[in-house]
């Protein structure tokens, strides 16, 4: 489990691990036919998961509570993220 200087948290789980199944993957419809783009799936209890798209059910999955979360979409929308 990662903890951030808010008290957010946020626990990773290996690929292909178990976890608690609610709703379906989802990714931006602007990805199109972009491969390199990230996952999102509500886990419930105020957590979301968060995979690569391109690992499908091998990849790892972050799972942020909704502060975590918050804090992420933050950092992308301001472009602290980006690759360049």
């Known amino acids: ?3 951030d200087a808010e008290g957010s ?4 789980r290996p690929a292909g691990a178990a976890g608690p199944k609610r709703g379906s993957w989802r990714k931006s419809r602007l990805c199109g036919a972009n491969t390199g783009c ?4 509500s886990l419930g209890a105020g957590s979301t998961g968060v995979r690569d ?3 499908d059910e091998s990849s790892p ?10 804090g992420f979409l933050g950092h992308i ?3 602290r993220l980006d690759l360049k």
């Open 1 to 3: 489990m990662i903890t």
């Open 9 to 12: 948290t946020a626990r990773t």
């Open 38 to 41: 990230l996952e999102v799936r």
């Open 53 to 55: 798209s391109v690992l």
């Open 61 to 70: 999955v972050i799972v942020l509570d909704r502060a975590a979360l918050a």
């Open 77 to 79: 929308k301001a472009g």
